[in-house]
């Protein structure tokens, strides 16, 4: 096998706060190989972006600390690095796209200015040839009037052609590895299914690996091959999207396709996960989702690992684990 | 009629002016509502789906009495001490920062009648035990909270004056799937208690399935199929409600995302399109479509579409 274009290996994050260091993410391993479409689904708060942000180097300096784990980009070792080197990474081999298209574009300048821009500092395409190079761009986010476009402001367009310019901007200099934070949840429905449509065939057409952050569990199955599913700043279970989502083996994956009102029958209520997310400052000492969970028992106490439950199927829980002991 | 209706909507129409000349005469209108006519029966739950800028906030407004519409009429039945509350999607901003809980739930008691302080703690332990509150949470502020529970603030302060009629407006939208299983459990519950009439806004499919007994499709400031919403849902008659539907993320989906695109774009709602609204989205436009289309009361629903209530559904949808 190539080797993987995103690895993370036992990463953890935390935060200094007043009340104590807010523990948010709690060893991750995670990768991401050549051409893979990787998806990282969780509730609020369970540091599916703090996870993205700090492999990138985006978190503000000072305002984290990573106490332990490696990353690694395209084989390098982020940490070794320097700030020059990231900035040239970012934008050309790894690329970006957020959740809020309006923040994410300047507000000053045109489409076509911003999108030169991109190109202009990542390639060697000056002027015309990085025009053309943007029109067709924007031709392949099937935006017809390209040329046009390039001269309007973002307050001129809807969201999701601001998304579309977005990916559009994105594969400009055909990066290796992208990063989707949620890309679709400010957008209608109908135009969050043309947004993955258009992103989907765009990155299956350059071969890029894409790791896409969602909290909707439908999207994330419609959309990747294989899945990461995030509680309280762990990996708690992973594995092709179908077989995770189709046959979930930890108790939490498994409470959350339950808690969907798209099965359910009208009549009875909702198979609702009580309590809330736990306090972070501190953390549990054992598995984190214990307190929530109908399964919970004296194992429990203790953290329990990833342990493989099918082929390329792991969960962390002492319930798998004691059944393939 | 023999429908218990609490409120009824004929004709309403909301036009908005923008810019204005020197003389302050407006340069245009922006047409946010567009003829709705709506039957809201009591007790009973009236999902409002459609894609943002379709109006589904502006008719909330109109509902909640905050705007006057600019045309048509609303008939309200219930008493004047009753009246309509309102959940907001985002329970950060409509909660007011200043103000204990037990004042943020009180308030729109207060706001009416002026009652001592002890009657309305008493007033907001009671509807705080009702949202499952803790009642030691009273005294908190709402950035205490968390997303779920000062949603649950939110909705303690629209049972408070005890309405007939609550607006719920993307109440579960910012909240997580684990979340908004315990919010819309303890929707079905208030309801089932108190009688309550729900109008539930919301561009989730799959809540307003779960939730709603009726279900309003509204495009371009139009009611386009309103029917109750298992027979709308299952077997949708109006192309634009096959198109959300089709567009809905689904775990079930095996195929991935299908290839074919769809043209997204919304018509302006400052010049109406002439003829059918969908016209220039919908894959049926045919013949009969230059005109206005008005509701057609189908087998089960009504719906606004020549194409469809002309013709049998089957030959539709092949």
Known sequence: ?325 | MTIDSVMTLSNIHMRFPFGEDWRGRPHGFVHALNGIDLEILRGKTLGVVGESGCGKSTLAQVLMGIRKPSEGEVIRNFGADHDVQIVFQDPQSSLNARMPVWRVITEPVFAVTKRPKAELRALAADLAAKVGLRPEVLDRYPHEFSGGQRQRIAIARALSSDPDVIVLDEPTSALDISIQAQILNLLKDLQAERGLTYIFISHDISVVRYLCDEVAVMYLGQVVEHGASDAVLAAPKHPYTRLLLDSIPTMRATGGLGESLSNTDLPSNRNLPTGCFFKDRCELAGVGCDVRQNMVPTEQAQVRCCQTAATTPQKVSA
Request: with cysteine.
């Open chain 1, 1 to 325: 096998m190539a080797d993987p274009v995103l690895k993370i290996d036992g990463l953890e994050v935390l935060f200094p706060g007043f009340s104590g260091d807010v523990h948010a993410v709690n060893g991750v391993d995670l990768d991401v190989q050549p051409g893979e479409i990787v998806g990282l689904v969780g509730e609020s708060g369970s540091a599916k972006s703090v996870t993205a942000m700090t492999a990138l180097g985006l978190l503000p300096a000072g305002a984290f600390r990573q106490s332990a784990g490696t990353i690694s980009i395209l084989g390098r070792d982020v940490a070794t690095m320097s700030e020059r080197e990231m900035n040239k990474l970012r934008g050309g081999d790894v690329a970006m796209i957020f959740q809020e298209p309006q923040t994410a574009l300047n507000p000053t300048k045109t489409i076509g200015k911003q999108m030169l821009r991109v190109i202009e500092l990542h390639s060697n395409l000056r002027g015309l040839a990085a025009r053309d190079r943007a029109i067709e761009l924007l031709k392949d986010m099937r935006i017809n009037d390209a040329e046009e476009i390039l001269g309007r402001y973002p307050f001129e367009l809807s969201g999701g052609m601001r998304q579309r310019i977005l990916i559009g901007m994105a594969f400009a200099c055909s990066p290796k590895l992208l990063v989707a934070d949620e890309p679709t949840t400010a957008l209608d429905v109908t135009v969050q299914r043309q947004v993955l449509q258009l992103l989907h065939a765009k990155a299956r057409q350059t071969g890029a690996s894409v790791l896409f952050i969602s909290h909707d569990l439908a999207v994330i199955s419609q959309f990747c091959d294989r899945i990461y599913v995030m509680y309280a700043g762990r990996v708690v279970e992973s594995g092709p999207a179908q077989k995770v989502l189709g046959n979930p083996q930890h108790p939490y994956t498994a409470a959350l396709i339950e808690a969907l009102p798209e099965d359910a029958n009208p009549g009875e209520p909702l198979a609702s996960i009580p309590g809330t997310v736990p306090n972070l400052v501190n953390p549990p000492k054992g598995c984190a989702f214990q307190a929530r969970c109908r399964h919970a028992h004296a194992a429990c106490d203790s953290r329990p690992v990833l342990t493989d439950v099918g082929t390329k199927h792991q969960a962390a829980c002492w319930l798998r684990e004691e059944i393939s002991a």
